[in-house]
Structures are given as structure tokens and as C-alpha cells.
């Protein structure tokens, strides 16, 4: 995951003064109607010193992105959910722009990630 504050800050907030902190975020996958539960963690050992690492990463979401049938190119979209938690979609590469829905503000970052925010 990008570090831009913008896109961490959608997230829940780590401990960092733990190493490697992480939390479990339970995320409903829009067009499934189910939850799938991913891992947000920082592997920051650089800080820490007992490593070289400093990335974020989200993991668990491939088994959502196999059911969704996502492609090379397709944007998953993360907005917050009904109930205040996250939710996700996803955005054929192929899909008309109409399909994104109403996007208030949509910002490409110079790492390619597009940042929504609603």
C-alpha cells in the first residue's frame, strides 16, 4: 500500500510502537453481500530496527478478488460502509466511467493507485 496519509488514514490506526502492528478489518465486498475478513499491518522493522521493512500492506482480500472475477486493470474501490465499516467494489477496467458512480473527488497518485474519496 502507498504511504500517503490520505489512504492510511481510511484505515484503522496501528500501534507503532509494537513491531509489525496489525488488526483484522472486516470488509463487505459490495457486490458478493458478504464480509471478508483482511489483515492491515505495517511491517516496520526499519523503524524498529529489526529489519529493513517499512510498507504497509492489506492482505486476505485475494479470495473476495477470485469471487468478483477481477482483471488486469479493474479498480477496487474501498468506501466506507453503512455501518461505518469498510466497504469495497469493484470497478471493471471496461466499465463505462458513468458505472463509478458519483465520485466527489478522484485522484490518481504518481504510484498509480487511485485515491476516492467520498
Known amino acids: 500500500m502507498p504511504k500517503q496519509r490520505e489512504i492510511l488514514d481510511f484505515f484503522p490506526a496501528l500501534d507503532e510502537s509494537q513491531n509489525n502492528p496489525s488488526c483484522t478489518v472486516e470488509m463487505e465486498v459490495v457486490e458478493l453481500q458478504t464480509l471478508v475478513a483482511a489483515r492491515y499491518i505495517h511491517y516496520n522493522g526499519r523503524r524498529t530496527g529489526s529489519s529493513t521493512r517499512d510498507e504497509y500492506r492489506l492482505t486476505g482480500i485475494a479470495r ?10 479493474d479498480q477496487l ?3 466506507t460502509g453503512v455501518s461505518g465499516d469498510i466497504a469495497i467494489h469493484l470497478v471493471s477496467a471496461t466499465a463505462p466511467e458513468s458505472d463509478f458512480g458519483e465520485i466527489p473527488d478522484r485522484v490518481q497518485l504518481a504510484s498509480g493507485w487511485i485515491l476516492t474519496i467520498k
Do not use: D, K, P, V
Open 64 to 73: 473476495a478478488l477470485r469471487l468478483l472475477g477481477a482483471q488486469s486493470g
Open 77 to 79: 474501490c474501498f468506501e
